[in-house]
């Protein structure tokens, strides 16, 4: 809103550069529904006049004997105290440091973008996300998100790229003043939220310049739509009677969004610095809530609500307005509509969004459902990559409302629910209605080219379980309805609604995915240990992205068990990944590497390769590494075995040639403390006499009973069994050797 007054029963008038002239509520049910719905006696005076567009947050919907009734949302609270006893009597975001300082939105009608983009800073500082991007070098100096961005290609600016989904959908003003001063901005949450939903910024004004000073459209040519540091990952709305709810919101995720009638001559003191609207007005003005003050005086505001308390707000009018740009907004303010906090998460944690809508356009308010059922909804796409299904989002306009998504591949043309069920039902309850992202329990891994379907489906029957659609957009054999059993969690025919004649349009569901490789048994032929701790090491989100799987090195520790020392080498995972194309094991702990089942790897890397145990290196040792003595070649520090694949060490560093796989050679290096030469011994010769009778058997049992030791050598000839330690069962064997009932002791 801009600085001013409204005088007409104090309700700011929308228009775009085509107004919508004279369009009631009804209408617009009516292009939007195939049932008729009762209009009360206050929505048929609010019909000879515009109205404003945020339906949602300005009227409540209610079922009436299976039809839809509106009524202007009032704050109705007229006593309040805090039932939750963790909450603070008083908080002040700004306390924490936790909010960003005044804008001035000058004389653009921008105030629902100052306030939504406020929102989501303070989110990104309580949630370290600004932080973040601060030592990464994506902004300096205090965080501030562009308006400009947000309202030119959000609101102003349709997109120019032929391949994008959102061709050609939304406005498009010639000039920033049709699309900032022509009272042509929408005023309200859900506005903001379909923008940035959409992937639409999160840009910084230090990279567009400020909306008041209004850039020349060249500096914001489209290539720059799409550029974003964070991502809207949920808008959660909360009415603004539930003031502990709100709070808790605010606590737990940073400043809110809230939007009030605004008539500074009538009901702002500027003594005070204190605003309350008795009157149940339409919201004309949006601001964001940084605290609160329990006790804030009732006396205070120009007229005296019907209780003390009050929230602390941010205006976007500059800081020569109001106590530094500060106000205190009355809990009692009949004006008020819901507040929203906007939650964001870095730009980076999703590597595509398929969407059908952008959720900016008058005629968007438009819904599914049946009257005696459950209603689901199904996008289909189409993959872009190889990649993983990581998240779906949509809305929900009900608090406490239950959902279920599910994800469908390979699906046939009109049968979205074909192929295969991918990802087994995930349900769960928003507490609170508005935008929502969810993060798949199981991502689902799609083929480019593919199709798959994203179904989303609620246990509310009749209208009150509807699902939004798009009307602004239409792409055919995309978005299909059916009704939804939930007891058996089964759908009826499905009717694609993309391809009508009339009222086409597409729902309101998004999908995001990862690049990358699914680790799973299908790309990964051994998942024990390697591929899991690199994901482990670095986002956990079950996919191993190209990026991550070219920076791989190699990770193999080596263990200590008492006085055994273990070097894992085989069945770590990475030289068996059937899917890898370069692998870069350089300066990694490997003295082997197995190619042989990977046939797509074009570049391989293997330089400083070796392990480093701090033990002496025998023979034993070597050959208990398991290496293919037949693949070595070119070996130094050693002797090779082959009869019998052992390796025999003559330094504490033996090097070698591996033959790899794949027509792949590689050099590796095993480095001990020292090494302990082969000892050549007669199996059986106990006391090294040169001959096998009965007094090795009678050292060896000495030995055992403790009488006495036995050198290395002596314990080499008496361990016949090769388990690593001389016993009984080897000295009963010398006796049968002895007494003839064996050939030999090898």
């Given at each position: 809103m801009i600085k001013k007054d409204y005088s007409r029963k104090g309700l700011m008038i929308l228009k775009r550069k085509s107004s919508i002239k004279a369009v009631s509520f009804l209408a617009a049910l009516l292009l939007c529904t195939s049932a008729l719905m009762p209009v009360s006696a206050e929505e048929e005076i609010l019909a000879e006049s515009e109205i404003s567009l945020d339906y949602f947050d300005d009227y409540d919907i209610q079922e009436e004997n299976g039809k839809l009734t509106l009524s202007r949302k009032v704050n109705t609270l007229t006593s309040y105290a805090s039932e939750d006893d963790s909450l603070p009597a008083s908080y002040d975001l700004r306390d924490d440091g936790y909010s960003t300082s005044v804008k001035n939105q000058a004389q653009t009608d921008t105030c629902w973008a100052h306030a939504s983009l406020a929102s989501m800073e303070s989110n990104m500082l309580k949630?370290?996300?600004?932080?973040?991007?601060?030592?990464?070098?994506?902004?300096?100096?205090?965080?501030?998100?562009?308006e400009a961005h947000m309202v030119w290609f959000g609101y102003c600016h349709y997109s120019l790229q032929s391949d994008d989904p959102l061709y050609h959908k939304g406005s498009n003003f010639a000039t920033w003043v049709d699309g900032y001063n022509g009272s042509g901005t929408p005023s309200n949450a859900y506005t903001a939220a379909g923008i940035l939903a959409s992937w639409i910024g999160a840009e910084f004004e230090a990279n567009t310049g400020s909306i008041v000073d209004k850039p020349f459209i060249s500096d914001l040519d489209n290539s720059k739509r799409y550029t974003s540091y964070a991502h809207l990952q949920n808008a959660e709305f909360v009415e603004s009677t539930k003031i502990d709810e709100a709070k808790k919101l605010l606590m737990d995720n940073g400043a809110l969004y809230i939007g009030f009638h605004c008539d500074e001559s009538a009901y702002y003191s500027s003594q005070n610095k204190a605003y309350y609207c008795p009157e149940k007005l339409s919201a004309s003005h949006a601001v964001t809530v940084i605290g609160w003050d329990d006790n804030y005086s009732k006396s205070n505001f120009g007229t005296a609500p019907s209780g003390d308390g009050a929230w602390l707000c941010k205006n976007s009018w500059g800081t020569d307005w109001g106590d530094n740009g500060y106000f205190w907004l009355s809990y009692y303010d009949a004006s008020l509509s819901s507040l929203v906090s906007f939650q964001a998460e870095s730009a980076n944690n999703y590597d595509k969004i398929y969407q059908y809508e952008t959720g900016v356009e008058s005629d968007l308010d438009c819904w599914e459902h049946y009257t005696d059922s459950a209603?689901?909804?199904?996008?289909?796409?189409?993959?872009?990559?190889?990649?993983?299904?990581?998240?779906?989002?949509?809305?929900?306009?009900?608090?406490?409302?239950?959902?279920?998504?599910?994800?469908?591949?390979?699906?046939?043309e009109d049968k979205p629910i074909s192929g295969t069920l991918a990802s087994d039902p995930q349900s769960g309850t928003f507490a609170h209605s508005g935008y929502h992202t969810v993060r798949l329990d199981?991502?689902?891994?799609?083929?480019?080219?593919?199709?798959?379907?994203?179904?989303?489906?609620?246990?509310?029957?009749?209208?009150?379980?509807?699902?939004?659609?798009?009307?602004?957009?239409?792409?055919?054999?995309?978005?299909?309805?059916?009704?939804?059993d939930p007891a058996t969690g089964t759908y009826g025919e499905w009717e694609d609604i993309s391809s009508r004649t009339e009222n086409a349009g597409n729902f309101r569901i998004k999908s995001f995915s990862k690049d990358g490789l699914l680790i799973n048994e299908e790309n990964f032929s051994e998942l024990t240990g390697f591929a899991q701790n690199c994901d482990n090491n670095r986002n956990a989100d079950g996919v191993l992205s190209p990026a991550e799987i070219e920076t791989i090195k190699g990770i193999v520790s080596i263990q200590q068990e008492g006085s055994k020392w273990s070097v894992p080498t085989t069945?770590?995972?990475?030289?068996?990944?059937?899917?890898?194309?370069?692998?870069?094991?350089?300066?990694?702990?490997?003295?082997?590497?197995?190619?042989?089942?990977?046939?797509?790897?074009?570049?391989?890397?293997?330089?400083?390769?070796?392990?480093?145990?701090?033990?002496?290196?025998?023979?034993?040792?070597?050959?208990?590494?398991?290496?293919?003595?037949?693949?070595?070649k070119n070996i130094s520090g050693a002797e090779l075995d082959l009869e019998n694949n052992r390796i025999i060490p003559t330094s504490n560093v033996v090097k070698y040639t591996y033959d790899c796989g794949q027509g792949y050679l590689a050099v590796f290096t095993i480095t001990g403390e020292s090494f302990v030469p082969e000892v050549n011994v007669t199996p059986g010769d106990v006391n090294e006499d040169g001959k096998i009778d009965i007094m090795d058997i009678i050292r060896l049992n000495r030995a055992l009973f403790g009488k006495e030791n036995l050198t290395d050598t002596q314990a080499k000839a008496a361990d016949i069994d090769g388990d690593g330690a001389p016993s009984f069962s080897d000295s009963l064997t010398i006796m049968r050797y002895i007494v003839k009932l064996i050939d030999s002791l090898n």
């Open positions: 949630t370290g996300l600004a932080d973040e991007l601060m030592q990464n070098g994506s902004f300096t100096g205090e965080l501030d998100l562009s209603t689901a909804a199904a996008n289909v796409f189409t993959a872009k990559a190889d990649e993983v299904i990581s998240a779906v989002s949509f809305w929900t306009f009900f608090d406490d409302m239950s959902y279920h998504v599910s994800v469908y591949t390979d699906t046939e199981t991502p689902v891994q799609v083929k480019e080219g593919s199709t798959f379907t994203i179904v989303v489906s609620h246990d509310t029957t009749g209208i009150l379980g509807f699902i939004q659609r798009d009307n602004s957009v239409n792409t055919p054999h995309t978005s299909y309805k059916a009704s939804y069945g770590t995972g990475i030289e068996k990944f059937t899917s890898l194309e370069t692998f870069n094991a350089q300066n990694s702990n490997y003295i082997a590497v197995d190619l042989t089942n990977n046939p797509k790897v074009t570049k391989f890397i293997c330089e400083n390769c070796g392990i480093y145990p701090k033990v002496p290196l025998t023979s034993d040792y070597l050959s208990s590494l398991g290496l293919d003595t037949s693949k070595i």
